[in-house]
């Protein structure tokens, strides 16, 4: 007696889709005007590059340099806050058991939205109301925050045990209890986790903001670059490198204590 295999179904449908996807890639990439002989240059200017930045840096700039850094700070710490402010409640309200069918989709597609807009896009369109201002890059920051926090939140309390819950709801509470010793107990570690990766994000956000002249390290950044001053391009670098590195490692050590349940306190002791 003799086994026979049964053969996979073909799926032609799918042989199509593979192919065309690869003769639009292979068209898209040889209808760009690219002037191939170039690409041999390519390493020898970006070393010639990084020698004219790094190989005598301008740090007399470097108190103007921290200064604006220090504003970069500023906008994205401003922009997570108000960012953490709209975006907890709405997050509790997109949550399947908290908030209405019609509105969780609202919200859901509205979140999906926000996340699809670039933040310097959101800051063009602010701008022609608010101006060239740090504000301007904080309410960028803080509108792309609410679509990446809000769906951060609603998957975290959707994540939790529902024991807790039930027993609230068994001893008589309503919605607004079980919310608060149900839900937040459990959820808090990871919406305090999250809210500190946003501020990460931001921060790198926030020099990018600056190209566009809201103030900030990166508007420094664009000016001495459009002047070729690349001694002080290289010292504004080093600048934006140690300083977003230092805010990510500590960031990421309390987000480790805090996720762990390690107490705070304890940092300074290593």
Do not use: C
């Not at 699809?116 to 060239?132: D, H, R």
């Amino acid at each position: 007696m003799s086994l026979t295999i049964p053969l996979k179904p073909r799926q032609p449908w799918l042989h199509v889709m593979w192919v065309s996807v690869t003769a639009i890639v292979v068209l898209a990439f040889w209808s760009i005007d690219i002037n191939w002989s170039r690409l041999v240059d390519v390493p020898a200017e970006i070393i010639r590059y990084l020698w004219l930045m790094f190989s005598d840096p301008n740090w007399e700039k470097l108190p103007e340099a921290l200064w604006q850094t220090w504003r970069s700070v500023q906008m994205a710490w401003l922009g997570t806050v108000l960012g953490i402010l709209i975006a907890t409640p709405l997050s509790f309200l997109a949550a399947r058991g908290y908030g209405a069918p019609p509105v969780r989709g609202v919200l859901r597609i509205g979140f999906a939205l926000i996340r699809a807009v670039p933040e310097i896009i959101i800051a063009i369109v602010i701008l022609s109301v608010t101006g060239l201002t740090p504000l301007t890059g904080a309410l960028a920051l803080a509108v792309n925050g609410v679509g990446t926090l809000g769906k951060w939140g609603y998957e975290s309390v959707e994540g939790i045990d529902q024991g807790p819950i039930e027993a609230v709801r068994a001893a008589g509470g309503g919605t607004m209890h079980a919310l608060r010793w149900g839900v937040w107990p459990q959820s808090a570690p990871a919406f305090f986790s999250f809210w500190l990766y946003r501020f990460e994000i931001n921060v790198r956000s926030s020099a990018v903001l600056g190209l566009i002249g809201v103030g900030g390290i990166g508007d420094m950044l664009t000016s001495y670059t459009q002047y070729r001053e690349w001694s002080t391009v290289g010292m504004l670098l080093i600048v934006v490198v140690v300083v977003t590195m230092s805010i990510d490692a500590a960031s990421a050590a309390i987000r480790r204590r805090i996720t762990e349940g390690a107490p705070v306190r304890d940092l300074d002791r290593q």
